[in-house]
C-alpha cells in the first residue's frame, strides 16, 4: 500500500542542515505523522521555494517546519507565499553558533507570522511537537498518542531523578 499522503512539509535550506532536521523527522516519524523531507533554499533555489510554498496546501499539507541556517530567509519567505502555519527552525551555524539563524527567522514583520523555536536539535525536535498538537486539534488518534509520549517522557525522567551521590 502507498504510503499516505504528507501533512507536514520538512524543508531545509541545505543538505547540510539534516544533521538538525533529522530530529523534527524522527519525532513526526514517531507519533506517525505522514511527511516529507526535502532541501528547499530561499538563495539557490527560489522557484523551487516558491512553488513548494504556493502548493504545498493543495497537496494536503497542513504544517510546513522549515529550518536554515545563517541569512535564514526559508521560513519567512515559505510564510509570505502560503497561508498555513510556517515553524521555523534557526540551524546553529559555524560563524555565529546560531543566533545569526534564530534573529533571521524571529524578527518578522508584522502581517507574516512564522512560529520561531530554539536554536538546534530542540528548535527541530519541538518544531515537530507544535505540527502534531496543531494537527491533533481535529485528529483524536494523534491527540492520544501526544498524550501518551508526554507520559513515557515524564517516566523516564521520574525513573531517574534520583542522582546518587558518587
Ligand atoms: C543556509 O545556509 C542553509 O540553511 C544552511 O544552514 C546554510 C549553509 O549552507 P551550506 O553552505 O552548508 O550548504 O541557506
Not at 83 to 95: D, E, Y
Not at 123 to 148: F, V, W
Request: with cysteine; net charge negative.
Amino acid at each position: 500500500m502507498a504510503d499516505p499522503s504528507p501533512t507536514v512539509g520538512v524543508i531545509m535550506g541545505s543538505k547540510s542542515d539534516w544533521e538538525t532536521m533529522r530530529h523534527a523527522d524522527a519525532m513526526l516519524s514517531a507519533l506517525q505523522i505522514p511527511h516529507e523531507c526535502k532541501v528547499v533554499s530561499a538563495h539557490r533555489t527560489p522557484q523551487r521555494m516558491f512553488e513548494y510554498a504556493q502548493m504545498a496546501a493543495d497537496r494536503g499539507i497542513q504544517v510546513i517546519i522549515a529550518g536554515a541556517g545563517g541569512a535564514a530567509h526559508l521560513p519567512g519567505m515559505v510564510a509570505s507565499e502560503t497561508l498555513l502555519p510556517v515553524l521555523g527552525v534557526p540551524v546553529q551555524s559555524r560563524a555565529l553558533q546560531g543566533l545569526d539563524s534564530l534573529l533571521s527567522i524571529v524578527q518578522m514583520p508584522g502581517g507574516v507570522p512564522v512560529g520561531t523555536l530554539s536554536i538546534g536539535t530542540s528548535g527541530a525536535k519541538n518544531a515537530a511537537l507544535m505540527a502534531a498538537r496543531i494537527l491533533s486539534l481535529t485528529d483524536p488518534a494523534l491527540q492520544q498518542r501526544l498524550a501518551d509520549f508526554v507520559a513515557q517522557q515524564t517516566a523516564d525522567v521520574l525513573a531517574d531523578a534520583e542522582i546518587e551521590n558518587a
